[in-house]
């Protein structure tokens, strides 16, 4: 069970390292995306998301 939490544990460090990189590099154009995205709302537009359905 000690392996199995450790593997958990493992991830979620990764998982924050990334989330942290990412506040430090990108904040500011996920913001902008955020704004547009939400003044697209506003105007009755249209938002189309793609994706390669993949993993």
Same mark, same amino acid.
């Given at each position: 069970?000690e &392996?199995k939490? &450790? /593997?958990? @544990?493992?991830?979620?460090?990764?998982?924050?390292?990334?989330? &942290?990189? *990412?506040?430090?590099?990108?904040?500011?154009? /996920?913001?902008?995306i955020?704004?547009?995205?939400? &003044?697209?709302? @506003? @105007?009755? +537009?249209? /938002?189309?998301?793609? +994706?390669? +359905? +993949? *993993?």
């Open positions: 069970m &392996e939490i &450790e /593997i958990v @544990r493992a991830s979620l460090r990764e998982s924050a390292k990334l989330k &942290e990189e *990412l506040a430090a590099s990108a904040s500011d154009v /996920i913001a902008a955020a704004v547009a995205v939400v &003044e697209t709302v @506003r @105007r009755d +537009g249209k /938002i189309l998301l793609c +994706g390669n +359905g +993949g *993993l």
